[in-house]
T-cell receptor
Framework: DVKVTQSSRYLVKRTGEKVFLECVQDMDHENMFWYRQDPGLGLRLIYFSYDVKMKEKGDIPEGYSVSREKKERFSLILESASTNQTSMYLC??????????FGSGTQLSVL | AQKVTQAQTEISVVEKEDVTLDCVYETRDTTYYLFWYKQPPSGELVFLIRRNSFDEQNEISGRYSWNFQKSTSSFNFTITASQVVDSAVYFCALNSGGSNYKLTFGKGTLLTVNP
C-alpha cells in the first residue's frame, strides 16, 4: 500500500516563526500536493509539484513556499507564520491522473 | 476554470436509510476525471471511486453506488442502508484534462448517520 507520511500530527508555533511541514511518499509518484482544509471551505490547493524541483502555485499560495529536492519528499514552508495560517494541512501524492493518496494531516496552530 | 459544487453542507439520517450526496461539476474540457473521497473522524481522506469522462456507466460497490450524468454535469453518490460507520465528510473532486495535475475539490458534505 502507498504510504504518505506527514512528519507531525499536531504543531503549535508562534507568529513570525518559520515553519516547515514535511511530507514523504514511498511509491515513486511524480505528483505531490499540499492542501489546506478549513471548516466550510473544503480543501484548497496551496502548491503542487509534478517532478523534482518543479512546482506550480495552486489557488492560495500567498504566504507559503515549497521545496522538492527529492522525488519522495515535498516540504511546505511558512516563511513567517501568521494566525490566519492556523489550519489542517494535508499532503497527497499520485501518479498522473490516478487517485490521490493522502497523509493523515498536520493540525497547525499559530499563536 | 473548473469548479465542483456540493450543495449539501450537512445531512443527517437514521441508520438503514438510503442517502444521496450530490455533486455538480463545471469544466470546459472533454477529458476529465471525477473522484469521491471519504474523510472519517480520524481525518485521513480515503479514496472511493474514480470515473473518467468517457465512461458514463453507473457503478455499484456493495452499499455504495454512483450515478454519472454528463447531460447534467453531475456525479452523485448514494449509500444504501446507511450505517453509523458511514458518518464522515464526503468530498467530490474534478481533474480536468486541461490541468493535468490539479484536482479541484468541492467543499464537502458532512454525513451523520444516527443509530
Amino acid at each position: 500500500d502507498v504510504k504518505v507520511t506527514q512528519s507531525s500530527r499536531y504543531l503549535v508555533k508562534r507568529t513570525g516563526e518559520k515553519v516547515f511541514l514535511e511530507c514523504v511518499q514511498d511509491m515513486d509518484h511524480e505528483n505531490m500536493f499540499w492542501y489546506r482544509q478549513d471548516p466550510g471551505l473544503g480543501l484548497r490547493l496551496i502548491y503542487f509539484s509534478y517532478d523534482v524541483k518543479m512546482k506550480e502555485k495552486g489557488d492560495i499560495p500567498e504566504g507559503y513556499s515549497v521545496s522538492r529536492e527529492k522525488k519522495e519528499r515535498f516540504s511546505l514552508i511558512l516563511e513567517s507564520a501568521s494566525t490566519n495560517q492556523t489550519s489542517m494541512y494535508l499532503c497527497a501524492s499520485r501518479a498522473t491522473n490516478e487517485k490521490l493518496f493522502f497523509g493523515s494531516g498536520t493540525q497547525l496552530s499559530v499563536l | 476554470a473548473q469548479k465542483v459544487t456540493q450543495a449539501q453542507t450537512e445531512i443527517s439520517v437514521v441508520e438503514k436509510e438510503d442517502v444521496t450526496l450530490d455533486c455538480v461539476y463545471e469544466t470546459r474540457d472533454t477529458t476529465y476525471y471525477l473522484f469521491w473521497y471519504k474523510q472519517p473522524p480520524s481525518g485521513e481522506l480515503v479514496f472511493l471511486i474514480r470515473r473518467n469522462s468517457f465512461d458514463e456507466q453507473n457503478e455499484i460497490s456493495g452499499r455504495y453506488s454512483w450515478n454519472f450524468q454528463k447531460s447534467t454535469s453531475s456525479f452523485n453518490f448514494t449509500i444504501t442502508a446507511s450505517q453509523v460507520v458511514d458518518s464522515a465528510v464526503y468530498f467530490c473532486a474534478l481533474n480536468s484534462g486541461g490541468s493535468n495535475y490539479k484536482l479541484t475539490f468541492g467543499k464537502g458534505t458532512l454525513l451523520t448517520v444516527n443509530p
